[in-house]
């Protein structure tokens, strides 16, 4: 901290300071939570280009790209492929404390996603019919990890270790390398969770290269992991050639308080959520006036001790909020309206307000429950739905690397009394097909 | 059945045969496969321009478009809601054995997919910290049914019985009805699900009103169900705003045979599924050469009998295939390769081989499971994936009319440990703020 930033302390930092009395509140907190993603032309453009360059020669446009994008002087995609032995030497050279960190870590995001995990079943009706659903995983998956300062091993944990939990026969990473810089952190995370190759491409040839395989890099099933707005175009594009996961809008906080715990805990968790970039949203909903304003000046004497401090300045007079609300009721029903990625319920009897939550993609429940921990090692996943499509969506799971196929074994005797209804409805849709296939099991 | 066409009976139907000893088999039936939805430029300028105005003014554009497109003399949206008594006055219309049928229908639809439904759940650690995933149904579904010949009464039965069962508050159905027709076995089919509010509109606008809210129609959370180009457009434009269901392709069986069975039986399954449209895939894989000749000869026979022979013709004739294969093992190692929406095991020892497919939407098991039964009133769920997405999606379920959060309740105790891993690693990504609140949390 240097003395300049110690002198403004004081200062009144910029965040919105809402009412819910106030007749405008809900038009206001609405044009608050709004975020769409602009629609990016040169982008579009150069991503259609990367990719049919990509489905028509290979290897060839990868390696081309990769030469102009990210600055490598490299003429073969095997020098494209880093060996096993490298993410492993880079696990080795780690100091300890971060090798423990990273396997303590993976050890409980694992311990957690072998709960998810579903299993196939099968029941027999009376008559010899038997009905089901089998579940297998998928064949092949990508893991796009993003090069520069968003390459975060948390990053590399959080997606691959459900993909191995479900099963994945391989798992294939992809990590832009600018410039050759490699980041040890993230090729400890690859050997730890077990992935089995690594290419140093990224943007949206490496998703060109996983979805429509090239002649080094197989085909994969389903892309998983964020990045930047080629890749999220890119991702976009390919869906249907392949599954992808959730393409992530930017990180929210939602922090419920009654005015117990500590302001300056409450005000360094809008931080963590505010320092990842100016469109990040962190948002206090408080019944107690006098709680607001501790946690405000809290914010102005936090706020510049933080090396991100221009990050977080600009995404909490932009994105940021303090609410004072009437109950904590009405800050439930309004954390269902906003349903945040993150929810911490930051208060003394948080327990017994869960169930009043309809609407999150994670509840941080209690003082203690600080989102930090579960980005990193509390166990569950940190791939979250974001942009209130936690009404409709969950965080990532070992699900999403599992797919389910119906088992239909229909006895004889099932036919005869399944047919007579197929029959039926099918002649009432119009298609004679269907009824008589089903017509032609049945014994007169 | 005419007497020309009676004449024409024996007459070769045009149908790829093929053998997989063949040099070019394996690019040969790649083609065959490939399938992809041509972009039109003139379709999405005109989602583009719907979407707009229904956003923009609500009731007024789709009240508006619906008189335009559907030729409905209408001037308020509340005249384009259906009251739930006439839902059930079609119900009771409806001839006894239609009406059973639904019944039983959706009671085998109903039993099979509670089965599916997700449980919470938690789990406490040693140290008083609690970890789970909470699972919450949608709180409001759009059901889009398409209008004239492919509104399908097993389709609402289909996408309203899982959200049902999900616990999905509000169900909203949208069927537009051209000219003021109404199937009357789409709206007893409205009432037996227990669908909770119809509108009679549909295409772009209807996807819009759901996505976005009108001043009449509440905005749903997710929208499911089948529909034209324009839906289609539509529901992909609209995904991130609420959620939708997969864009279905044409639809496709792959029928394993090894000789045993009835080849008049394979030949009308072909049928069922050729008769969708001319796009759906038909293909035999069969162990057998005389059988294959003689399911060719029961396709030559049986074609001219069927209503709907001439798209039956055209589909087997553009998409469909007989082929030869060496063994069963080879026929299974083919059918994850095409990863078939609806894969039908017509053998005798079919149950044996169910472990060896790993990529297929559903899987009949035996001479008896003939799909039609599927597509009615088995159990499982009808809406299944196509285009090779099998490798890496799932039938419609209960699962999808409900959503996951996770629960991360940490004890002071679990605080201490979890912190200080939590603050290493938020360190080694430079997120310092992350780091602190965690910290603020260890005691010293």
Redesign the interface.
Known sequence: MSPISATTASARTAIRRLDVREPEFLPTLDALLAFEAEADERIDAAVTEILRAVRTTGDTAVVEFTRRFDGLDVHSMAALELPKSELHAALERLPS??RE??T??AERVRA?HE??KGES?T?TEADG???G??V?P??RVGLYVPGG?AS???SVLMNAIPAKVAGVGELIMVVPTPRGEKNP?VLAAAAITGVDRVFTIGGAQAVAALAYGTQTIPQV??IVGPGNAYVAEAKRRVF?T??IDM?AGPSEVLILSDGSG?A??VA??L??Q???DELAQSILLCTDAAFIDAVHEAIDRLLPT???RDT?AKSLAKRGALIRVDSLEQACALANRIAPEHLELALDD??AW?DR?????????????????????????HV??T?R???????L?T?DFQ??????????A??QH?????S???H???????????E??LKA
Chains 1, 2 share one sequence.
């Open positions: 404390a971060q960190a990273l303590v870590a957690y709960r998810q079943w029941f019919t038997r009905l659903q089998k297998t998928l064949d300062r975060y091993p948390s952190l099933d389903k249907g392949v599954g393409v500590h300056d805990w360094m968790d931080f963590a505010a320092e990842h933080m090396p991100r977080i948080a327990e869960i939550i309809r609407h999150a993609g994670a509840i941080f429940v209690g003082h203690w429950a600080v989102e930090a921990l579960g980005d990193y090692c509390a166990g569950p996943n979250l739905p942009m499509s936690a009404r409709f969506s969950s965080p799971g699900y797919k389910r196929t119906s088992i239909v074994n229909i006895s004889q099932g036919a399944l047919g007579r209804v197929a039926i409805l099918a009432g849709e119009g298609l004679q097909a269907h009824a008589r296939s089903a032609m099991r």
